[in-house]
């Protein structure tokens, strides 16, 4: 079946640092691929999506870019804020079936 | 615009005990779904619907059952509480336009089971 590995937390960075979070999946076919972020004590909220290979989805500084050949949709900030903390979910759709597949999350603490 | 409202916030259950975890969205999407998110394991489906009056298992379906007599309903339904499902309980509408459409999540449910 479907599955969607990212890289294990937790990641600590200072501000304005680089990121990255690593995302793989396994799939058959074409699935669309997202990211959601979880604030502390909040539900998750999407913060990009790309539906088709080599698609670039960005949002607040964000990006992630659609790998077919490598089955990857790598996350990566270039420098991040305190409010960034968070935990980070990879997820994707495939095929008619409306069930999204999320990764275990990554959280993300921002040191001032 | 409400969004996706889940009752209640927090709720402390015994073994055995029976509750509805609530869900209502106001934005007349057609697929609904609930999941639990455990720590170290992400966000795990347990039910979803595609519309009124239809429902299907997810990943996780033993424990729980779900009905859909509304578009805008959702109720999520624990007969015999175990301590297993301890978990923060989200759940999550999406209009039924496409497969990349997103989810709209509720703010969640941390239910205890002793």
């Known amino acids: 079946g479907d599955s969607v590995t990212q890289m294990e937390g937790p990641v600590t960075l200072s501000e304005e640092a680089f990121l990255t979070i690593n995302c793989t999946y396994t799939?058959?076919?074409?699935?669309?691929l997202f990211w959601y972020v979880q604030y502390p004590g909040e539900g998750l909220q999407l913060l990009l999506k790309?539906?088709?290979?080599?698609d670039k989805g960005s949002n607040k500084g964000f990006e992630a870019t659609y790998r077919k050949e490598t089955t990857s949709f790598h996350l990566e900030k270039g420098s991040v804020q305190v409010s960034d903390s968070a935990v980070y979910f990879c997820?994707?759709?495939?095929?008619?079936?409306?069930?999204?597949?999320f990764g275990k999350g990554t959280l993300l603490t921002v040191n001032p | 615009n409400a969004g996706v409202t889940q009752t209640p916030k927090f709720q402390v259950l015994k073994t055995g005990q029976s509750m509805t975890l609530q869900c209502a969205q106001d934005?007349?999407?057609?697929?609904m779904s609930w999941y639990r998110q455990d720590p170290g394991m992400g966000l795990r489906l347990i039910h979803y619907?595609?519309?009124?009056?239809?429902?299907d298992q997810g990943e996780v379906p033993n424990g729980y059952n779900v009905s859909r007599s509304t578009t805008e309903d959702f109720p999520l339904r624990l007969l015999s509480a175990a301590p297993s499902q301890t978990s923060v309980y989200f759940c999550?509408?999406?209009?039924?336009?496409?497969?990349?459409?997103?989810?709209?999540f509720g703010s969640g449910t941390q239910l205890s089971v002793l």
């Open positions: 999550a509408s999406s209009p039924r336009r496409g497969t990349n459409e997103k989810l709209f």
């Open positions: 997820a994707l759709v495939n095929g008619s079936n409306y069930k999204l597949t």
């Open positions: 619907s595609v519309g009124a009056g239809i429902t």
């Open positions: 790309a539906t088709k290979a080599d």
């Open positions: 799939a058959t076919g074409y699935p669309s």
């Open positions: 934005m007349n999407h057609e697929y």
